[in-house]
């Protein structure tokens, strides 16, 4: 059974930092994409980067490129999302996703996705 427990979220001021940490446990996961989603009310879930397990490659979505960085601690089981100069329009919740496989081209569509974390609140305040 897999399970993704995110960690780390919380009310920053515009121009900001967090880190969100995603634990993961229950399957070897060298072979899986992970991803971070974001979701703000009223909106839909969308994609926000994802990494490669087995070889650390990255692929962000264009509103975050330059201010969130995606890592992964083998050792822990653990994905990060570091997150800079943050932006009232990045407050959502923010979940973490586990995609088996990796057929040719990056999954950033929710539906791809068949784990998931419970979510945790990003509040940016201006």
């Known amino acids: 059974q897999v399970q993704l427990v995110e960690s780390g979220g919380g009310l920053v001021q515009v121009g900001g930092s967090l880190r969100l940490s995603c634990a993961a446990s229950?399957?070897?996961?060298?072979?899986?994409?992970m991803a971070w989603f974001r979701q703000a009310p009223g909106k839909e879930r969308e994609f926000v980067v994802a990494?490669?397990?087995?070889?650390?490659?990255?692929y962000y979505a264009d509103s975050v490129k330059g201010r969130f960085t995606i890592s992964r601690d083998n050792a822990k089981n653990t994905v990060y999302l570091e997150m800079n100069s943050l932006k009232p329009e990045d407050t959502a919740v923010y979940y973490c996703?586990?995609?088996?496989?990796?057929?040719?081209?990056?999954?950033?569509?929710?539906?791809?996705?068949?784990?998931w974390g419970q979510g945790t609140q990003v509040t940016v305040s201006s």
């Open positions: 229950g399957r070897t996961f060298s072979s899986y994409t």
């Open positions: 990494i490669k397990w087995s070889d650390g490659s990255t």
């Open positions: 996703a586990a995609h088996f496989g990796f057929f040719g081209s990056w999954p950033v569509r929710p539906m791809q996705y068949g784990y």
